[in-house]
């Protein structure tokens, strides 16, 4: 568990109270129903006997329970915590966040960053940071110079910009040419931003912004083709398209796509393209379908190095218990994705 449940008495209680302070710490299964709902749910109260307590939804959905219609307990943002900041980040998106700053909105900054962990797997601060330098990313990227990025990203010199820039993507601006075969675009996504990385007939790289490996597969991938910032026709297609795929609208992807890695990662890769959506596979599933069953680690890995996120659903694959294994992109996203795709199942099978 991220944190230790309180008692199942004291959870009962919040439960039968509607506490919200246990809104984003705690969820409830219900046994009888199948369904995982919020302490704070409108709906008629179980019996104690038929609670099971979870301290995240991906637990929930991994021990077999759906959630609830009438309190969307899969929306992490729910949080007060998370909710408050996150509004004042939107409102104040260039601020150079600091611990004070979140004192000063009346928070603890262990509590705050507690939430922030359980609910998107990095802290406030972490992506206040994050979307300064992306404001920098999208001046770079339309042609501006390191000077306006730096103003956009809201960095008092240029050196300081030019490091924070670099651990993040692992590229220095230095060694970024004016043009070149691959580009590297950043966009937004309802999941968050995202980095495409594209050259002008197919896509090479696909990830969250905050993903920790997006750093070294940048800098992989620039050794051997550099890359400069801006973006092709590719880009808008992968923009579009996942923004559809989101919003319900839209199934399937038809961009082109360059793969990076051996022969039978790739062939992995391969096989996680044709998993449906709203269908799940574990590791072992993928080694029989690859004929070499005794590789269930070699296809784990494979799976794990996945560049190409969401077009190849790596998020599709489970343990072989059914619960949700790691994603490089955060459970809070595969959760949120396989609940997605589960819709359009439903379209399939009417």
Request: hydrophobic fraction near 40%; proline fraction near 5%; charge should be positive.
């Amino acid at each position: 568990m991220l944190f230790e449940l309180p008692s199942e008495e004291t959870l009962y209680t919040a439960l039968l109270a509607r506490d919200a302070q246990f809104d984003g710490l705690a969820w409830v299964g219900v046994t009888t129903t199948g369904v995982f709902c919020r302490p704070t749910c409108p709906a008629k109260k179980p019996n104690r006997a038929n609670c099971r307590w979870f301290d995240t939804p991906a637990a929930c959905l991994a021990a077999g329970y759906r959630p609830c219609k009438r309190c969307n307990p899969r929306q992490g943002g729910a949080d007060p915590v998370v909710k408050t900041l996150l509004a004042a980040l939107e409102k104040e998106p260039e601020r150079r966040w600091s611990e004070s700053d979140i004192v000063a909105q009346g928070l603890d900054p262990s509590t705050v960053r507690r939430a922030f962990r359980r609910t998107l797997g990095m802290t406030f601060l972490d992506i206040a940071r994050q979307r300064r330098l992306a404001q920098g990313f999208t001046t770079l990227q339309d042609g501006g110079r390191v000077i306006d990025a730096q103003v956009a990203a809201g960095f008092e010199s240029p050196s300081a910009f030019r490091r924070s820039f670099g651990r993040w993507l692992g590229l220095s601006l230095r060694d970024l040419p004016t043009a070149s075969l691959l580009r590297a675009h950043w966009f937004q996504t309802e999941l968050g931003p995202m980095v495409a990385v594209a050259d002008q007939h197919s896509l090479h790289l696909l990830e969250f912004a905050d993903r920790k490996a997006l750093s070294t597969e940048l800098r992989k991938l620039h050794k051997s083709h550099p890359i400069s910032l801006g973006k092709f026709r590719i880009h808008d297609a992968v923009e579009e398209q996942l923004g559809h795929f989101l919003s319900g609208a839209r199934e399937v992807f038809d961009v082109p796509l360059t793969l990076h890695g051996s022969p039978f990662t790739q062939s992995v890769w391969r096989i996680l393209r044709f998993i449906p959506a709203g269908q799940t596979r574990t590791y072992g599933d993928i080694a029989r379908e690859l004929g070499r069953p005794g590789a269930t680690r070699a296809v784990a890995r494979a799976n794990g190095a996945n560049q190409i996120a969401i077009l190849i659903p790596c998020h599709r694959v489970i343990g072989a218990d059914g619960a949700l294994t790691g994603y490089g992109g955060g459970l809070w996203r595969k959760d949120r994705l396989i609940s997605l795709e589960k819709s359009y199942a439903r379209k399939d099978t009417a």
